[in-house]
């Protein structure tokens, strides 16, 4: 395993994370969410993704008895959380979701109670909130950071617009500015962390913790014939990431993407995965797993990345339709 650093910050994450969205508290059991940790612990893992509104505040308290649990030093792990879909059971009152300097300050105390953790190394701003001036945002993070609850916070899917307003409010009332954004990032959904944050990562100097690097499992070949049994997207309540994801235009890349994979000898989430490390603005791609054996799997791919040529990530470009020239990594990797 590898750690990179966080954008511009000091702090290190290994450069494969793992999250829990959709399997803790929901699709697995609280054994094999354990189990998923100590091998992601075990094979280098340093950051642990999470968010109040996952599983309605559950994946927070499954990872805190976790971790709890386990007991590993302090200093060995991050873990995160986001704030602004709220935890609450719907219908949602007012303030129990957004960005509003009320809720993200009761976000964070929930968070940190659910998890049992003194503080929280990351804290996200899960999607930009069109109701609360980012100024009010900008200062209640840094309230936090002032007192000692969150290290660093963050956007998640924010536009590069939002980011530079949240950046500059930062340095003009003497703020602590966003550290990273967390956005989608995989061969087929790659403008946002390739072209629109460009600017970013030399102006605010943004760090970036990846997500969906399989597109929810597309890209392992796994729905090519149909709908398999026990996989997300087959899930009744995800109905609509099923229409957001599985798009019929998709499988014959994902059909090509896998004979390259075959004719590289690796997996196809090995060669998906080793994909989005090799972009250096990523500093950590968060992995997604409901079975051990998948995550075990998918570690592999930090070997893998040191392995793909330019040759190869411009192959990948051409079945995903990507101009290879745009690859910020053909040539320099
Ligand atoms: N900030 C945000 O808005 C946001 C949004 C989404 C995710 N995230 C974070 O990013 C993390 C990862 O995202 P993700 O879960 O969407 O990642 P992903 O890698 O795109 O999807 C993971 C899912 O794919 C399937 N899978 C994984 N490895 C596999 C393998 N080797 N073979 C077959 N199937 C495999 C599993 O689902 P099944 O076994 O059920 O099919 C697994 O849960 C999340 O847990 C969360 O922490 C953040």
Request: charged share 25%.
């Amino acid at each position: 395993m590898e750690y990179r650093r966080l954008g511009k910050a000091g702090v290190k994450l290994s450069e494969l994370s793992f999250g829990s969205w959709v399997t803790f508290g929901d699709q697995i059991s609280d054994d094999v969410a354990e189990d998923l940790m100590i091998a992601a612990y075990e094979g280098g893992i340093n950051f642990f993704d999470n968010a109040e509104g996952y599983a309605a505040g559950r994946s927070e308290e499954v990872m805190g008895k976790i971790l709890t649990k386990l007991g590993w030093p302090r200093d060995t792990w991050l873990v995160s959380s986001k704030v602004y879909f709220g935890s609450a059971p719907e219908p949602k009152k007012p303030n129990q979701t957004g960005l509003s300097r009320k809720h993200v300050f009761e976000a964070c105390h929930a968070a940190l109670k659910r998890l049992n953790v003194d503080y929280l190394d990351l804290f996200f701003c899960h999607r930009p909130d069109p109701e609360t001036p980012i100024e009010e945002t900008v200062r209640v993070m840094s309230d936090l950071i002032a007192q000692g609850k969150v290290l660093y916070w963050g956007t998640s899917v924010w536009s590069d617009e939002e980011i530079m307003e949240a950046y500059t409010v930062a340095r003009q009332y003497n703020l602590v500015p966003p550290t990273m954004e967390q956005p989608f990032y995989n061969a087929l959904q790659r403008e946002k962390v390739d072209i629109e944050y460009a600017r970013l990562y030399k102006t605010v100097g943004i760090g970036t913790t990846t997500w969906s690097p399989l597109a929810s499992g597309l890209l392992t070949g796994k729905y090519n014939d149909g709908l398999p049994q026990n996989a997300r997207l087959s899930r009744e309540s995800y109905g609509w990431l099923r229409d957001w994801v599985l798009k019929p235009e998709r499988l014959d890349k994902v059909r090509a993407f896998g004979n390259l994979a075959k004719e590289l000898n690796l997996s196809q989430s090995v060669l998906a995965i080793a994909w989005c490390l090799k972009n250096p603005h990523v500093s950590s791609v968060i992995l997604g797993a409901s079975k051990v054996h998948q995550l075990s799997e998918n570690l592999k791919a930090s070997d893998a990345a040191k392995k793909l040529t330019p040759d190869i990530l411009n192959k990948i470009d051409e079945i995903f339709g990507n101009k290879p020239k745009e690859h910020s990594n053909a040539d320099n990797h």
